[in-house]
């Protein structure tokens, strides 16, 4: 017999087992949606493949998002890892949701009846990564400036290709998870960032962990040694 469709703020409960999809609590909703859903997205999905994204402004909503992964060992990963951290000045509460996602029922050929047309079942991330499907290369001329090729180990790291929704912010939320992070210059204009780190090491553990990372499903951090 079918289940009524239950409402994703409906689904949780404290010290629940393990599952696909994580509830997270205490965002900042004074950060714009579709640049908390763009952090949100890039740390998550180190972990595994983040099957959908249900953010909303709503009152009831508001300061939350549920994140669900393809399987229960990535949503484990990644609550252990992350829960606690820092994002937009407030730490990272996770729990895992109560209830399956309704997707996975939609995946196995199982449907619900639904009261209307629930837009959560439908992949839900940020609208600029599915509009960012390839990179423009660098023109010839800024492809060959000097301050493009691979320098030496130091602690200032340099991003390439860019792009153009990326702000300074959501890169400094990504870098700054690794120790020694000081300080980042965004380059719009030339799709660039440079990323400064206290000492060589820590810049060296940096370029190692976010080295092609995906921003997006399209997109890979372009990551090396600044030329001094």
């Known amino acids: 017999m079918n289940q009524p469709y239950l409402h994703p703020a409906n689904q ?15 965002l900042n909703d004074k950060i714009k949606l579709e640049d908390l859903k763009f952090v949100l997205y890039i740390l998550f999905s180190q972990f595994g493949e983040v099957l959908q994204m249900v953010m909303k402004k709503t009152q009831k909503l508001r300061g939350q998002a549920f994140i ?9 990963n990644a609550k252990a890892a992350l829960s606690g951290m820092i994002v937009y000045d407030k730490p990272l509460i996770i729990e895992f949701a109560y ?75 990504l870098f700054r998870q690794y120790p020694g992070y000081s300080l980042i210059k965004l380059i719009p204009a030339r799709g660039l960032a440079f990323v400064e780190y206290q000492n060589d090491d820590q810049a060296t553990v940096a370029l190692k962990g976010l080295s092609n990372f995906k921003i997006t ?5 372009k990551v090396k040694y600044a030329k001094k």
């Open 12 to 26: 949780i409960i404290q010290d629940s087992a393990p599952k696909e999809t994580l509830y997270i609590t205490g």
């Open 68 to 76: 669900v992964f393809q399987n229960i060992t990535y949503a484990t």
């Open 99 to 173: 209830k399956k996602s309704v997707i996975f029922d939609r995946i196995e050929g199982k449907f619900y009846y639904k009261q209307k047309q629930h837009k959560e079942l439908q992949p839900n991330l940020p609208n600029e990564l599915m509009k960012e499907k390839k990179q423009k290369k660098f023109d010839e001329k800024i492809q060959n400036s000097s301050h493009l090729n691979q320098g030496e180990i130091n602690n200032v790291l340099l991003i390439e290709s860019l792009p153009p929704f990326v702000t300074e912010i959501m890169l400094s939320e």
């Open 217 to 221: 499903p399209e997109c890979q951090l």
